[in-house]
């Protein structure tokens, strides 16, 4: 990406300026370096990027009724929360001519964030004091960030993106007891014994119970079929659990080899019944072929069959599936987010980002807002104690939505006395193909 105003003063460190010409929102920020992507002299090497302090507008609008605290608020008047925001800028690989493409995930999350944290001022009466820190790209310079005199100073920590630099924090915070909120990472295995760990973006485990929940709500187990290869094996059991639950008999697995690249030798008519429909479960995404070569053969031997089949979140990526295929056999993805860019909120954030920064938002810049007004929202009603009643609250964001369950390492709360290893976001869509696009297929 070439060199642009737009991306390099904008965003990085001018975005903070032109927000505080809307008057509700101050922020003071700390003088930026004198290149793009090389420390100036008023910034020590590894201490936050800028600090913004978002205060109460002036003349606030009073709320719609009595001014009485909601039910649960333990935010005394004039709290002030800390935040980190840790985002991978890439900082020091900018050469003063361009930016890296790498660093557009954080630019983007960075000008949702901003827009996330105006609104908080106006409408929540929030006051945030926002430490940004470019996390690098490596796990040794992440750990140098770390080490910064002023590193342990926020209470709530957004970000990093990176799985293994997520790990490294989620340490951190569990020993100091501040709390993570991870928006990027779905891996299970980052932490335990964690509960102030929140993890935004669901894992291939909340992924598969939610196809399992959708199924169930209309078939019965028997109609099943879990289709994988060998290698994929252990997902299935995600599936099994969730079923188990559910009550009723087992689903049909059907395993193939790991080098099956075609499935002529697979008799899927034989899973075909006249008058029910049989769903077939992909829980596969490594190879776009692999899963052509399935839609391929069971469009070829359902004949007049009613069938349904549930992918993954990865196909709605793939460039060289017919959209045919997706319609013929009654194709269903399951994904965290879905942006309805007809609705009016979208339309609307969608305007402010481009007044704010000359460029329209992408899904990065969608997350940025939804986490940290999240976030805002939680803090500004139960204080620095959100994670324990985090359980109890259900939230509708522009890119996804926020159901957050205890998540307990070995799936049972009993042997594990109540206590969670960490919190996660288990909201999944599941949209099917209707005129020529993915949409829900519930609310």
């Not at 796990?139 to 709530?156: E, I, Y």
């Not at 190879?287 to 070829?300: C, E, H, I, N, T």
Request: net charge positive.
């Amino acid at each position: 990406m070439k060199n642009n105003p737009l991306w390099v003063l904008v965003f990085l460190w001018a975005t903070l300026f032109i927000l505080q010409s809307c008057g509700s929102a101050k922020p003071t920020v700390s003088k930026p370096p004198t290149q793009p992507g090389k420390p100036g002299a008023e910034r020590p090497k590894n201490e936050p990027m800028d600090t913004i302090r978002w205060t109460s507008p002036g003349q606030p609008k009073p709320p719609i009724g009595n001014d009485k605290p909601a039910p649960g608020n333990t935010t005394a008047p004039g709290q002030t929360y800390q935040i980190g925001l840790l985002l991978p800028f890439l900082s020091n690989q900018f050469d003063g001519t361009t930016v890296p493409e790498k660093s557009r995930l954080a630019v983007q999350f960075y000008g949702g964030a901003q827009l996330a944290l105006k609104k908080l001022s106006e409408e929540d009466r929030l006051t945030l004091v926002v430490d940004l820190y470019d996390t690098q790209a490596s796990d040794a310079d992440f750990q140098t960030v770390m080490n910064g005199s002023r590193f342990d100073k926020p209470q709530v920590y957004i970000g990093p993106i990176r799985s293994s630099h997520v790990s490294l924090l989620a340490a951190r915070t569990r020993a100091n007891r501040k709390i993570l909120v991870s928006p990027e990472s779905p891996n299970e295995d980052l932490t335990a014994q964690n509960p102030g760990f929140l993890q935004f973006n669901p894992s291939l485990r909340s992924h598969c119970e939610a196809i399992t929940r959708d199924i169930r709500r209309t078939h019965r187990p028997e109609q099943v079929v879990l289709v994988c290869k060998q290698k994929e094996v252990e997902r299935l059991s995600y599936f099994q659990n969730q079923n188990a639950a559910l009550g009723g008999s087992r689903f049909t697995e059907l395993v193939v080899p790991d080098a099956t690249t075609n499935f002529d030798n697979a008799n899927l008519a034989s899973y075909l019944r006249a008058g029910r429909t049989t769903v077939f479960v992909l829980p596969s995404w490594s190879s776009q072929d692999f899963v052509m070569a399935f839609l391929r053969k069971l469009r070829a031997v359902k004949g007049s069959a009613s069938v349904e089949v549930y992918g993954m979140p990865q196909w709605l990526g793939y460039e060289n599936i017919e959209p045919e295929f997706y319609s013929a056999l009654n194709v269903k993805i399951p994904t965290p987010t879905f942006i309805d860019y007809q609705s009016p909120e979208v339309m609307e954030f969608q305007q402010a980002f481009y007044e704010a920064y000359g460029t329209l938002p992408d899904e990065d810049a969608f997350n940025g807002y939804d986490v940290t007004l999240f976030t805002g929202k939680m803090l500004r009603k139960y204080g620095l104690s959100f994670p324990e009643k985090i359980s109890r609250e259900q939230f509708r964001g522009l890119r996804t939505r926020f159901q957050f369950s205890p998540v307990y390492k070995d799936g049972n709360p009993d042997t594990n006395a109540g206590r969670y290893d960490y919190l996660e976001n288990k909201f999944v869509f599941i949209l099917k193909f209707q005129n020529g696009r993915f949409v829900p297929s519930t609310e």
